[in-house]
């Protein structure tokens, strides 16, 4: 099953923060989350592992929360380059390398 | 250092026809995925691998097939080509870091667009 994204879509003026919600119904194992520009291939962003371990990629950071089995894509001081469609991938600990998707969030962000 | 590779990028068919879609990885990776995108629906997972000679359904995985016979190929099989099989196909392989479970990020190649008409 398919993992449920939050919002689907949200329009940013440059500068301002935003949050992207990821959450399964199944106890997670790992979760990806992925960037794609229109017209290209997705582009990873970052793992993030049991044990609510937040990464960092530029001014893009994430939580997880194995144990309400969801996930947080924080974009701060947005900047032009954000915009893209922003996808959550997870692992669930049922299954053996299925990585599944979510059905995206599009970020606008307009100077 | 090439990545993922697909075959053919562009692909326009008739119902009822049959096609192979390739999929070819250089970095020795033991993952291998087949997603379709289509408009809202994000990334749907078709069939994948853990392994050579492995292959497993996915949340699509009707009217495809798959095969994986060597370690850095993975192609998709549409036998009887439906006009619902329009869409953006995209390969994706990924490395297994020790942990039987997890995998470390997926790289994806730069798609097929496949048209059924």
């Known amino acids: 099953q398919q993992p449920v994204q939050s919002p689907q879509a949200v329009i940013l003026r440059e500068g301002e923060d935003a949050v992207i919600n990821c959450s399964s119904s199944k106890a997670l194992y790992s979760v990806h989350w992925y960037r794609q520009k229109h017209g290209e291939a997705p582009v990873f962003l970052m793992i993030?592992?049991?044990?609510?371990e937040q990464k960092g990629h530029e001014k893009i950071s994430a939580s997880f929360n194995e144990k309400k089995q969801q996930s947080s894509l924080y974009l701060t001081a947005s900047q032009l380059s954000y915009s893209g469609t922003y996808f959550c991938g997870t692992l669930t600990t049922d299954s053996w390398g299925k990585l599944q998707f979510g059905a995206g969030t599009q970020v606008v962000v307009t100077p | 250092n090439a990545g993922v590779t697909q075959t053919p990028k562009f692909r326009v068919l008739k119902t009822g026809q049959s096609m192979t879609l390739l999929c070819a990885q250089d970095m020795n990776h033991e993952y291998m995925y087949w997603y379709r995108q289509d408009p809202g629906m994000g990334l749907r997972l078709i069939h994948y691998s853990v392994g050579e000679g492995t292959t497993a359904k996915g949340e699509v995985p009707d009217g495809y097939n798959v095969s994986r016979l060597k370690k850095q190929n993975f192609l998709l099989g549409l036998e009887s080509a439906a006009p619902s099989q329009t869409s953006v196909y995209f390969c994706?392989?990924?490395?297994?870091?020790?942990?039987?479970?997890?995998?470390?990020?997926?790289?994806f190649g730069q798609g097929t667009r496949l048209t059924v008409v």
């Open positions: 993030l592992l049991k044990g609510g």
């Open positions: 994706a392989s990924s490395y297994r870091n020790g942990d039987l479970r997890l995998n470390t990020e997926a790289f």
